[in-house]
């Protein structure tokens, strides 16, 4: 793909490896996240330690990309379009560290109440794990293709998560009503829910950087419909 | 005070617009903050209406301080300690426009929820919140000054906050129990109380991002302990 218009060689290929990064680390981040609902779904305290040990090298990634983005800048004193992409990247990987985050602590709710057992509460985070993880795979691809339309599917992919989430808040609201002296393993599952949730507004802030780069154009905080004039 | 070591006088008069700027920025968020509490805590309905209709100019700020320094990149091409205040600047704003949405999220509960009314409920928000805004305040103050080690004071003082958090979240939990029938309102008060704690995150972020400006070392991802070794 053909991402800038400069001579240099070298640089573009600088350029093309700091991609290349925060793709891997997008990968990392998905598999964590993927592995932390498969721990507190399974109850694989196992499982669940790996992630919490693994974080570590999701903020590695973060560091070391974020220092290279400062380095090109440096160096080869980008403009435009090139100076674009170094800003859309240095931003994305602050949402993917974040993302990590989530599944770091997904993992240590795993470990500590060793039987939240959502089942037990009527209530089951899969379909909400699903459709976080779909949103973060579908942006780490627009990102990859720096493709305007997907960010823009993706983006809206977010109301889903978001009614998703509140069907899931409810139903436990209700099973604490019901259950008072469950409340503190129904509150865990809380927090893992509203965790996932925050995923799917991570995954929006990178579309709007997608859009930034290849549109020249910031479209934070518009509403959800404006989004599509500036594709 | 000296910032740079650059030799064009207008560079500098354009760095120090932007620094400017982003005070400005941090003193409206922490009115807002500050605003979204007192509304909530006194059920101050007008208030809060106010704190939700100017959470725009907060986002606002955001996207211009962006390009200024995205403009400024461009045609001055800083290097070394220049670009380091930069791209500190530039992630800073990004926590600061956070700490906007926390203020805009209390804001919409002290709304949505007429009276959660946290005394009813045995536990008061207001220690919590006052720690969270003199954290704001502080952190706000050492970046004036670029100030590393009233930075790292700052930093530690979130274990106050989290202690503080954390009792609250007890407090409130046992109220669930005996009283299911307010397990609504009082999952409001309860996030809120999660919102302001994370306010203590964003304000360790800044932090960092001080200390590496000052320093040039990214210090994120460490343990407390750990950043006194770099002030």
């Not at 990968?27 to 570590?56: C, N, P, T, W, Y």
């Not at 990987?93 to 939240?116: F, N």
């Not at 998703?164 to 809380?190: G, R, S, T």
Request: with cysteine; charged share 25%.
């Amino acid at each position: 793909m053909h991402l800038g218009r400069h001579i240099s060689g070298q640089f573009n290929a600088e350029l093309e490896a700091i991609r290349t990064h925060v793709l891997t680390m997008g990968g990392l981040v998905e598999q964590q996240l993927s592995f932390a609902m498969q721990a507190l779904h399974k109850q694989d305290i196992e499982l669940a330690k790996k992630v919490v040990r693994d974080d570590h090298k999701v903020n590695g990634m973060e560091v070391t990309i974020d220092e290279a983005c400062t380095r090109i800048i440096a160096k080869r004193q980008p403009t435009a379009r090139d100076l674009r992409l170094i800003m859309a990247i240095i931003k994305t990987i602050t949402d993917l560290e974040r993302i990590g985050d989530v599944a770091a602590k997904i993992a240590y709710i795993a470990i500590e109440t060793p039987s939240p057992n959502e089942q037990k509460f009527q209530v089951s985070l899969e379909p909400l794990c699903r459709r976080a993880i779909a949103m973060l795979h579908q942006v780490l691809d627009a990102f990859a293709r720096m493709d305007t339309d997907a960010a823009a599917e993706v983006y809206k992919l977010d109301d889903d998560l978001d009614a998703e989430y509140k069907a899931v808040l409810h139903q436990l609201m209700l099973y604490m009503q019901e259950n008072p002296q469950d409340i503190p393993n129904i509150l865990q599952v809380m927090w893992s829910a509203q965790a996932i949730e925050r995923v799917g507004d991570r995954c929006q802030n990178i579309c709007e950087y997608i859009i930034y780069f290849v549109k020249g154009k910031d479209v934070r905080h518009l509403e959800n419909d404006d989004i599509d004039k500036y594709i």
